[in-house]
């Protein structure tokens, strides 16, 4: 019943900025670990930041880590990936993420802990 939307992906300088937007809608009660995860061809998907909704709790990988802000409107059911200083390596198809309610974020994030995902948003960051 979940559903989640990307966007707000693009090309950029290496240096510059970018936010991507995840909508959500088909929620059941309760709270959610949401995250971002990105995925270049040829490679695993990883996990780049997750948040707890309604919690502050927060977990980002290091190569993002200072660089990357998660966040989220509540009110609005959207997750954010506010992503400063971009670099080349970041370049990736973002995909937000859901876990199914009253499920804990974990302490590092996997594709099997999550059960729903968006269609992708692309990001590419040039030198």
């Known amino acids: 019943q979940v559903q989640l939307v990307e966007s707000g992906g693009g090309s950029v300088q290496a240096g510059g900025s970018l936010r991507v937007s995840c909508a959500a809608s088909g929620y059941t009660y309760g709270p959610h670990c949401m995250g971002w995860f990105r995925q270049v061809p040829g490679k695993e998907r990883e996990g780049v930041a997750t948040i707890l909704t309604g919690g502050s709790s927060t977990y980002y990988a290091d190569s993002v880590k200072g660089r990357f802000t998660i966040s989220q409107d509540n009110a609005k059911k959207e997750l954010y990936l506010q992503m400063n200083s971009l670099k080349p390596e970041d370049t990736a198809m973002y995909y937000c993420?859901?876990?199914?309610?009253?499920?804990?974020?974990?302490?590092?994030?996997?594709?099997?802990?999550?059960?729903?995902w968006g269609q992708g948003t692309q990001v590419t960051v040039s030198s």
């Open positions: 993420a859901a876990r199914r309610a009253w499920a804990a974020c974990p302490p590092y994030p996997r594709l099997t802990d999550f059960d729903y």
